[in-house]
């Protein structure tokens, strides 16, 4: 006769199940694949492609299997040094003295070994490349960022000088686009940033003029121009002259401080020829740039720009060029509506990335030193639901016109817009891993979220700064001080950096 005795678990037992999540404590999802069918709609149907997505994102065992033993240490130490105000408040007065009495070399280690360490890829092409492998094993992609940036001071600087810079910077981003294609293959992704190309002087000055123009489409297509013949100026003559004449057109007059030099002008066609060189090597190894965005004086030039080349460039289903906008700006809603028209009407792709914004300290700072509205939304909450808003403009027009004339890039480290971005998707039935839809962080931010949502199908990259200790440096900065209510309230990035490292130790003492 069999018998069958009673199974009564252990505590130890219970334990070990609720370890292993044999009782889950949140609730989890099951992957969807849109099937298209002939009439050109998308049907939802299930599929157990893609492991489940911990929508509360606690899956650390996910999150840092790509770190070493000890980078999960550092990034608990380094998480827990950028909680500290004192030291958020002072860091520039500290890497003085720290310069001052370590000497640069000494310096330049203690920071690779901390903040630089944990945020920054390498110095190097070279020196990235076991980080993008360890990424791409866990099926996230980099976003590659040789992070040089310029902002408004004056420079002592022969002209000469300042031009061999541009071209070096320029030469560099189309290195890191050879370096991309070449390690992770065509259809990636780079960063680049426009005040490395051109003195901020100037495109402050661009900025200006740009933004007293009512309406942007009396102005030319500048690289449909400047690609029929770059051996002249007339692209920017061409340009100078329709700036004057709307600007009689709509009754507004630039002061002469504002007014273009003859220096200065071709300081602009070489900015023009610079971007269309860059954009030429991401049509020949078919990766795309992120033209990044930065400060509201630059911003409007910067966008520009940006929706020039996309005009010329995202043709033929490839979106070689994304632009960004910045959702803390109160703007930022109108801005987004009128690209989005321009895309549908001149018939090009629409790709954009959007992020909350990186300069809300400086931006509001110098709004109360000049005595002007400040730009930036009143609050965390009047941003997220900026955010939201953008985004439902966007997938929108993924129904008013093709799904593939559209892409967006969710860059955010926030749980709920995240999972905002989720539902959406659902209630357009657009797939995870589609293109239409991607997700992306800063590197050493937000693990346990990328490498959740990558290891359960969706479309994710991480953003990833190299170069020069002396460029990132206000980078690192920067990411510091506006983050510094994300690293106060950062409880479970810490808690899963140490929760992490502890799992490690302890299993290889087993």
């Not at 993008?132 to 996230?140: A, D, E, P, T, W």
């Not at 800063?442 to 991480?462: C, E, H, I, P, R």
């Not at 409880?491 to 929760?499: I, P, S």
């Amino acid at each position: 006769m069999l018998k069958i005795k009673h199974f009564c678990p252990t505590k130890s037992t219970i334990c070990l199940c609720r370890r292993i999540q044999f009782f889950p404590t949140a609730i989890s999802h099951v992957s969807t694949t849109s099937i298209p069918n002939p009439n050109g709609n998308q049907k939802q149907e299930t599929r157990p492609d893609y492991p489940f997505l911990d929508t509360k994102f606690n899956q650390y065992q996910i999150a840092y299997r790509y770190r070493h033993t000890i980078e999960l240490l550092r990034g608990y130490f380094v998480y827990r040094l950028f909680s500290i105000n004192f030291l958020v408040n002072n860091q520039n007065k500290i890497a003085y003295w720290g310069r001052r009495i370590l000497g640069e070399k000494v310096f330049h280690k203690v920071l690779k070994l901390t903040a630089f360490g944990h945020f920054v890829g390498g110095e190097s092409p070279q020196e990235i490349i076991p980080v993008i492998n360890r990424l791409q094993k866990y099926h996230v992609h980099p976003i590659l960022d040789y992070s040089v940036e310029s902002d408004d001071t004056n420079s002592t600087a022969s002209s000469d000088h300042v031009q061999r810079m541009h071209d070096d910077n320029t030469a560099k981003f189309i290195e890191c686009i050879k370096t991309s294609h070449d390690i992770c293959g065509a259809n990636n992704l780079i960063a680049i940033k426009v005040t490395a190309l051109i003195r901020p002087s100037v495109l402050k000055k661009l900025n200006t003029v740009l933004q007293s123009i009512n309406n942007r489409e009396v102005l030319p297509a500048l690289f449909e121009i400047i690609n029929q013949d770059e051996t002249s100026g007339k692209t920017v003559t061409r340009l100078q002259q329709s700036l004057q004449l709307q600007n009689t057109t709509d009754q507004k007059e630039i002061s002469s401080s504002v007014r273009f030099t003859t220096d200065e002008l071709k300081e602009i066609y070489q900015l023009l020829l610079r971007l269309n060189k860059i954009a030429q090597a991401c049509a020949q190894y078919k990766i795309s740039i992120m033209v990044d965005a930065e400060q509201t004086y630059f911003q409007n030039a910067i966008n520009y720009l940006a929706t020039e080349l996309q005009r010329y460039y995202n043709k033929n289903n490839i979106p070689f060029i994304y632009g960004t906008y910045q959702c803390y700006l109160k703007e930022t809603l109108i801005c987004l509506k009128r690209d989005l028209a321009l895309a549908e009407k001149y018939n090009y792709i629409f790709a954009a990335k959007l992020v909350r914004g990186a300069y809300m300290e400086q931006e509001r700072r110098l709004a109360r030193e000049n005595s002007y509205e400040d730009p930036i939304n009143a609050n965390f909450e009047t941003t997220t639901q900026m955010y939201h808003v953008c985004f439902d403009e966007v997938m929108k027009s993924t129904v008013k016109r093709s799904p593939n004339q559209v892409r967006v890039m969710v860059a955010s480290h926030n749980e709920d817009t995240i999972r905002y971005a989720i539902t959406k998707m659902k209630d357009y039935d657009i797939r995870r891993g589609s293109s239409i839809v991607s997700f992306a962080s800063l590197y050493g931010m937000s693990d346990y979220v990328a490498f959740a949502l990558a290891n359960s199908g969706y479309k994710t990259y991480k953003y990833l700064p190299y170069g020069p200790i002396e460029a990132l440096q206000p980078y690192l900065f920067r990411r510091a001080q506006e983050n510094r209510a994300i690293f106060q309230k950062a409880d479970k990035d810490r808690r899963f950096h140490l929760q992490a490292f502890k799992d490690r130790i302890f299993k290889s003492t087993n």
